[in-house]
């Protein structure tokens, strides 16, 4: 059973330019939790989806940061005109229900650096 | 979510049992405990999760405290490849079914030495 995958797993972006950070969820999974780790610091949260819903946004930036989880295919972090602070790494965590009884597995991640 | 309290790091010889402690003083009755845990550079791992009773699996046993107010997680053979960083979480059943996101702290560094 194939776990969490992103891809891709490092993107170099120059600053000004479009980030597109993809996670399929575990088999039989319709929670996706997107969850943020600038360097040297703790694992932030940034949004969660079940499929073609966001439920939760409070921890995404307001301006330039956007996700979805299409019907089909994976959920994609859509980041617009990237800056140096965006550099961190992303990872993706699904779960089978959103309460707290489930657990969530994690992606290896996607490492963003802005150069 | 409760607050949750853990060393910053700890030691532990290879082959030994590692026993991690987290305190959550402030838990709620509805509140489950999660560990997971972070290899350097990679995702978070899923270890165990509880919410009364004790709870062992393949990985590791979690062992919470009949008021609830603190836990411990057990790796009985610690080798080396089990040094990383340990996050302790509480984390709300919500009935309805809405998610609750998982709140890392600065969780625990477990070095096993050879």
């Known amino acids: 059973n194939a776990g969490v995958m992103q891809n891709p797993r490092h993107l170099v972006r120059r600053r000004g330019q479009e980030a597109r950070l993809r996670c399929s969820p575990m088999?039989?999974?319709?929670?996706v939790y997107w969850y943020r780790q600038l360097p040297e610091e703790g694992l932030k949260f940034m949004v969660y989806l079940q499929k073609e819903n966001i439920i939760d946004e409070s921890g995404m930036p307001k301006e330039r940061f956007s996700a979805e989880f299409p019907k089909e295919g994976p959920s994609i972090l859509r980041i617009q005109q990237v800056v140096r602070g965006d550099s961190a790494a992303y990872f993706c965590?699904?779960?089978?229900?959103?309460?707290?009884?489930?657990?969530?597995?994690f992606g290896p991640g996607t490492r963003l650096t802005v150069t | 979510d409760a607050k949750t309290t853990q060393p910053t790091s700890m030691d532990c010889a290879e082959g030994r049992a590692a026993n991690l402690p987290c305190n959550h003083s402030?838990?709620?009755?509805?509140?489950?405990v999660y560990w997971y845990r972070q290899i350097h550079s990679q995702g978070p791992q899923y270890i165990i999760h509880?919410?009364?009773n004790n709870e062992t699996n393949e990985m590791a046993s979690l062992i919470i405290t009949e008021d609830r107010k603190s836990s411990t997680l057990i790796l009985p053979h610690a080798t080396l490849r089990d040094t990383a960083v340990y996050y302790c979480?509480?984390?709300?059943?919500?009935?309805?079914?809405?998610?609750?996101?998982?709140?890392f702290g600065s969780g625990t560094q477990l070095t096993v030495l050879p």
């Open positions: 088999k039989g999974h319709s929670h």
């Open positions: 402030t838990i709620s009755g509805n509140e489950y």
């Open positions: 979480i509480v984390r709300v059943l919500i009935s309805s079914g809405s998610a609750r996101q998982l709140t």
């Open positions: 965590a699904s779960s089978r229900s959103g309460t707290a009884a489930y657990e969530q597995y």
């Open positions: 509880g919410l009364k």
